[in-house]
């Protein structure tokens, strides 16, 4: 006769934060927030400040993977070359010596795409195991569709704006450029990749004592 053990019955279940998951989260909100706040949206800007986030969070993620036995880790080795990949964008991004729209645009989308392929491959292996797969289906769909937009953006592009006061007078100018777009469309990726992340950290809830049996 088998019966459920009363520890194990009577202790409710916890919540356990992904405390590297977590880290990279906050890392891209982190990001997402210094280029929203911040008055330089140019090329030069935007490398440097996705060189730091991808330098910080590849490491993490390589952190993340050391002891973790392969059984308990479904598709180690994608996740090595996705850590990889981040920060030798990263450094890349550090190291390039033309801040232009066009250098920025080919070091975010050739990552974005990588990371993003990544993703979705791994979602597509642990597509049985429920929310872990469609995480990773929305964060690589995320970073296709960032690789994507910034490589439709023309070179060249300017949107003049001005604002005028009530009496016709302008009083402000300016134009919107390539270079704005390219490094906003980062920001707001970098956002919302951070926020799904931080989510995903946080599991509803497991067990925290397993059930034993009895004879």
């Known amino acids: ?15 356990r934060v992904d405390l590297p998951i977590l880290g990279r989260g906050l890392v891209a909100v982190a990001l997402g927030l210094v ?15 996705f060189g730091g986030y991808a330098v910080i969070a590849g490491a993490i993620q390589l952190a993340a993977l050391r002891g973790t036995s392969a059984d308990r880790h479904a598709g180690r080795g994608l996740v090595v070359v996705q850590a990889v990949a981040t920060i030798v964008a990263g450094v890349a991004a550090l190291a390039t010596p033309v801040a232009a729209p066009t250098a920025f645009v ?5 990552w ?13 292996r642990r597509r049985r195991s429920g929310g872990a797969a469609r995480d990773g289906f929305l964060l690589g769909g995320l970073g296709v569709a960032l690789a994507l937009a910034v490589l439709i953006v023309p070179p060249d592009y300017a949107q ?3 604002v005028a006061d009530s009496t016709g007078a302008i009083e402000a100018s300016g134009a919107v450029t390539a270079s704005i777009m390219v490094v906003g469309l ?10 799904l992340l931080v989510i995903a950290s946080i599991p509803a809830a497991s067990p925290a004592a397993e059930t034993t049996e009895e004879s």
Do not use: K, N
């Open 1 to 15: 006769m088998s019966s459920l053990s009363p520890a194990a019955a009577i202790t409710p279940p916890r919540a």
């Open 35 to 49: 280029i929203t706040f911040s008055p330089d949206h140019s090329a030069g800007f935007g490398l440097i400040a």
């Open 106 to 110: 080919a070091v975010v989308s050739a």
């Open 112 to 124: 974005a795409l990588i990371v993003g392929a990544i993703d979705i491959t791994t979602a597509i």
């Open 160 to 162: 003049p704006w001005q």
């Open 186 to 195: 980062l920001g707001a990726w970098a956002v919302i990749h951070g926020l």
